[in-house]
């Protein structure tokens, strides 16, 4: 099902559409540009990206000049994948002028796999972008997801525990022992998890 985002951008109305939301790793997903300029606008080019990336919260303590400690949560950021596509060359939009263009985005065959989660997670992003030089550049970008066939995990193509697949797995180290459970087993692609 073709998904479409809009938006507005530095003097341009976007419009963004997928052939889907969540993207298959190794694939290519097709898409479509349009572009409305509200004034005159020359760019060096016109480029879709695909982004991933982790976050993940831990705790930092500090220590004032009187020996008091605080804590808080802080969030890091790292980038892991960035897949840009150059769609079109030098772009000239007169104003009101309206353009459109195709691409093919690929997602890279091993992921890594979209984690909605909040102390520890990866997120995906496709932008669209004009780029001007010595300017603003005008863009629109959406989140999106990238699954993970479970075929890739069976077959070894991405590393995980010895109890990845099971319903539930006992755990100990550090002196802390528990037990994890996923539900439902197997996990399906695109489907809640708990």
Known sequence: MTVVWQGSSHGVDWRLELERESLLPGRLVTGRIEVTSHRQIEARALVVELRAEEHWKHEVTTTDAQGHTQTHVETERRELVREPVAV?????????????????????????????????????????????????????????????????LRAGAVPVGAFALYPSADVAADGVSGSIALDPVPLCSGEPFS
């Open 88 to 152: 079109d060359g030098a772009v000239h939009l007169g104003s009101g002028e309206t353009r459109t263009w195709t691409f093919e985005l690929p997602v890279p065959p091993l992921g890594p796999a979209t984690l909605e989660a909040d102390v520890a997670g990866v997120d995906w992003t496709v932008e669209a972008k004009l780029d001007v030089p010595g300017g603003l550049d005008s863009s629109i970008e959406q989140s999106v997801r990238v699954l993970q066939p479970v075929a890739l």
